[in-house]
T-cell receptor
Framework: ELKVEQNPLFLSMQEGKNYTIYCNYS?????LYWYRQDPGKSLESLFV?????AVKQEGRLMASLDTKARLSTLHITAAVHDLSATYFC?????????????FGAGTILRVKS | NAGVTQTPKFQVLKTGQSMTLQCAQD?????MYWYRQDPGMGLRLIYY???????DKGEVPNGYNVSRLNKREFSLRLESAAPSQTSVYFC?????????FGPGTRLTVL
């Protein structure tokens, strides 16, 4: 059974600081997604990581994927208040699961000024 | 191009009542999904439809039924609502394994 674990589950940061959110998963997969969710809103796609060693960056966020370690990271550089949200990773299951996504529990990020 | 739309946005039910959540997409996607989101648990798949005419169970299907009415529409039905079904429900659609989510339906069962 595919399981996805995120940590930390809650992160309170000062503006200007750097931090990393980790996403571990239990079985082989070739595709991992990062989403952002603002309170009361839907999920917004941030990154799709397709292969081992993939790295993608958008503004102050950078995501990477290590399929051998079954680990993805979402790195936040010089945090600003606007990054406050909940961040989810989701793993695309292999044939046993079709194209069904299995989500982590989410990381609630609060950036304090 | 509205993307994925869901109705209603909010709903309050009494235990035992039934209702149908509606979802439609205008992106010509083959696959559609229903998830529920509970605090601290991320999203969990209820049912999905890989293509028009097919449906299959996800991780938490008990207490729900679905209908893939046509390529655009995928509905979720609660036959006899229970307080444990209080949640936020998201519909999604996908074409090449990237899923796009609707705005969600916030359901409370008293």
């Amino acid at each position: 059974e595919l399981k996805v674990e995120q940590n930390p589950l809650f992160l309170s940061m000062q503006e200007g600081k750097n931090y990393t959110i980790y996403c571990n998963y239990s079985t082989t997969s070739d595709r991992l997604y990062w989403y952002r969710q603002d309170p009361g809103k839907s999920l917004e796609s941030l990154f799709v990581l397709l292969s081992n060693g993939a790295v993608k960056q958008e503004g102050r966020l950078m995501a990477s994927l290590d399929t051998k370690a079954r680990l993805s990271t979402l790195h936040i550089t010089a945090a600003v208040h606007d990054l406050s949200a909940t961040y989810f990773c989701a793993v695309d299951g292999q044939m046993e699961y079709g194209n069904k996504l299995v989500f982590g529990a989410g990381t609630i990020l609060r950036v304090k000024s | 191009n509205a993307g994925v739309t869901q109705t209603p946005k909010f709903q309050v039910l009494k235990t035992g009542q039934s209702m149908t959540l509606q979802c439609a997409q205008d992106m010509n996607h083959n696959s559609m999904y229903w998830y529920r989101q509970d605090p601290g648990m991320g999203l969990r798949l209820i049912y999905y439809s890989a293509s028009e005419g097919t449906t299959d169970k996800g991780e938490v299907p008990n207490g729900y039924n679905v209908s893939r009415l046509n390529k655009r529409e995928f509905s979720l039905r609660l036959e006899s609502a229970a307080p444990s079904q209080t949640s936020v429900y998201f519909c999604a659609s996908s074409k090449r394994r990237e899923q796009f989510f609707g705005p969600g339906t916030r359901l409370t069962v008293l």
